[in-house]
């Protein structure tokens, strides 16, 4: 019985690396031995705790994979560069057979990815891209240029450039005064989500219809390390300060979390709760959607994590069962040594208008979780 599976094995190891060798692939040794990975072990890498969307994200991809009979190490890294790697090393020597990683700096995990690939374990990149490492499998996430199209979009629809239908506002100002914030410098998806907001907004700044007071248009001036609550807010001090007594009709804001500490220096600095710029947000967090309905904040980006969740978790089963991943997107994400491909979601835009149905009657909250 033991020499048949041992037999067993060895031609399965065989065809493996024929296929290994035919596709030139990586990964393909372990994959093509279909069903030798049932039950393997998946580690699960995930920036931070301090943000309820990271959670849910962790939590949905650990429970997924456990219902495909996957074994799951899920781990926080309290964004903090040397514990992410340290727990992806960890990983590693526990036998994982795959990894899924959302990275607090997409370019600090090429020396742990060198290990992963020198064992033959797949990388799947979880929402943000790992940068200068072709030791980067599949990446899922959303698409996010789109993303800061929809921030600047619904930006523009709240301080009423815009109609509700997208159309230029008859009754409009002539002028209207926007700060502008941007994510962390070192997460790939920040200059996307930039990109995507300004591309959008040039036209308006072009004719005179927007005006960034403190003339900080740099995606370097706007951005906030690690996307700290507690920095947005002290830059947002620091513009009033300079905006003197010019009142803002808007601020572009790339994160609920940043909207928060944002809204904590408007409020301070003299602005009523009722009567905020337009403030827009992402990832619809409790806290944040609670403030949209109070009128405070005026948009936020819903990314339906459990979407995401799925999404990697169909290419962790796929690659460990010698598939193909779907892919969708294999052009716009080049990390510097290749363009990993990609599946990207699609986001919506929530105000107080549609919130309801887009986050409630989704089951992604319930009523009683914004209450
Ligand atoms: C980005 C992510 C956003 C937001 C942000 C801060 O990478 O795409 O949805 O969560 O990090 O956590």
């Avoid at 279909?34 to 994200?57: C, F, H, Y």
């Avoid at 949209?292 to 819903?302: F, L, T, V």
Wanted: with cysteine; net charge negative; glycine share 10%.
């Amino acid at each position: 019985m033991k020499a048949k599976k041992i037999l067993l094995g060895l031609a399965a190891g065989a065809v493996a690396l024929t296929l290994a060798a035919c596709s030139g692939g990586r990964g393909g040794g372990d994959e093509a031995a279909e069903g030798e990975n049932k039950g393997a072990l998946v580690g699960i890498a995930m920036p931070t705790q301090q943000s309820e969307r990271w959670i849910a994200d962790g939590e949905n991809v650990k429970k997924s994979l456990e219902k495909l009979g996957y074994k799951t190490d899920l781990q926080y890294a309290n964004d903090d560069i040397p514990t992410q790697v340290s727990q992806i090393e960890n990983m590693i020597s526990k036998g994982a057979k795959a990894l899924v990683i959302a990275s607090i700096d997409g370019t600090t995990l090429t020396d742990v990815l060198e290990t992963a690939k020198a064992q033959d374990i797949p990388v799947i990149a979880y929402d943000r891209l790992i940068n200068g490492s072709p030791n980067v499998d599949y990446y899922t996430t959303f698409d996010n240029y789109q993303v800061g199209v929809q921030q600047a979009t619904s930006l523009l629809t709240g301080m009423g450039v815009l109609t509700e239908d997208g159309k230029d506002n008859p009754d409009a100002k002539k002028e209207y005064n926007v700060e502008l914030f941007a994510g962390s410098p070192d997460d790939n998806n920040a200059k996307f989500f930039w990109d995507g907001a300004i591309d959008t907004l040039q036209p308006y700044m072009d004719k005179g219809v927007i005006k960034v007071p403190s003339k900080q248009t740099e995606f370097e001036q706007a951005a906030i390390l690690r996307w700290l609550p507690e920095t947005a807010q002290k830059r947002m001090e620091n513009l009033l300060q300079l905006d003197g007594d010019t009142k803002l009709d808007g601020v572009l804001s790339p994160y609920d979390g940043l909207s928060i500490g944002i809204i904590s220096a408007l409020t301070s600095g003299g602005y009523e709760k009722n009567a905020l710029p337009t403030i827009t947000g992402q990832d619809a967090e409790v806290g944040s959607v609670k403030s949209i309905i109070a009128g405070e904040q005026y948009s936020s980006i819903y990314k339906d994590t459990r979407a995401l969740g799925d999404q990697a978790v169909k290419m962790v089963d796929a690659v460990l069962n010698g598939k193909e991943p779907e892919v969708n997107n294999t052009k716009d994400y080049d990390n510097g040594e290749k363009v990993v491909p990609s599946y990207l979601l699609d986001s919506v835009i929530v105000t107080k208008d549609n919130y309801q149905k887009i986050l409630v009657d989704s089951g992604y909250y319930s009523e009683d979780d914004l209450k």
